[in-house]
């Protein structure tokens, strides 16, 4: 899952980028000059053509270089008190005109454009309805393939999940009781 993330995380900051237009030719003997370009309107422009994102704010850089040194701390450490200590580090460092607070603003600049380019991105091309429409397709087909089939009907006669996790709801129920009990009967005698 956390590769999953890292990699979602490499794509968007890479979406961030936009490539320098193309400067016009010079028109000379030699060449041929192009008929002059049609402004297309922004809702009819290709994926190719998105534009990078405004700059972001202070505390829009900030957040993103603390989220930044918090991802780090946990992907490469392993530690959440390591990616705490980080995010404030980094959230300080673009408070500074140090050489070190260049660089993490440039990282947060960077994160927070490709943040907003990915959400304009998904806003733009109703992804996350699409997604969740298909989603629904494909669990409802399932469904109705396991209940034409009993597929799970027959997972559970060999694994016989059913009765274990009955099982486990009734000690759990009895651990409950047995807790409350004697919370009960603690607080009674401290009264």
């Known amino acids: 899952m956390l590769r999953a993330i890292t990699l979602s995380a490499l794509v968007a900051c890479a979406a961030a980028y936009q490539t320098a237009a193309p400067r016009p030719m010079a028109a000379s003997a030699m060449t041929v000059a192009r008929p002059a370009r049609v402004a297309v309107p922004a809702t009819q422009r290709s994926a190719r053509a998105i534009v990078m994102a405004e700059d972001p704010t202070d505390y829009e850089v900030t957040s993103a270089a603390a989220i930044t040194g918090a991802f780090l701390g946990i992907y490469i450490l392993d530690n959440l008190l390591t990616a705490g200590i980080l995010a404030g580090l980094a959230a300080y460092a673009t408070t500074t005109d140090s050489e070190v607070g260049g660089y993490v603003k ?38 109705k393939i396991d209940s034409n089939y009993g597929i799970s009907e027959k997972i559970d006669s060999k694994l016989q999940v059913s009765s274990k996790v009955s099982a486990a709801a009734d000690k759990i129920g009895e651990v409950t009781s047995t807790v409350s009990s004697k919370v009960e009967e603690l607080s009674s005698s401290l009264k």
């Open 106 to 143: 440039s990282a947060g600049t960077t994160v927070a454009k490709a943040y907003k380019n990915t959400v304009s991105f998904l806003e733009e091309k109703e992804v996350l309805s699409k997604a969740k429409s298909t989603t629904d397709k494909v669990f409802g087909t399932l469904g």
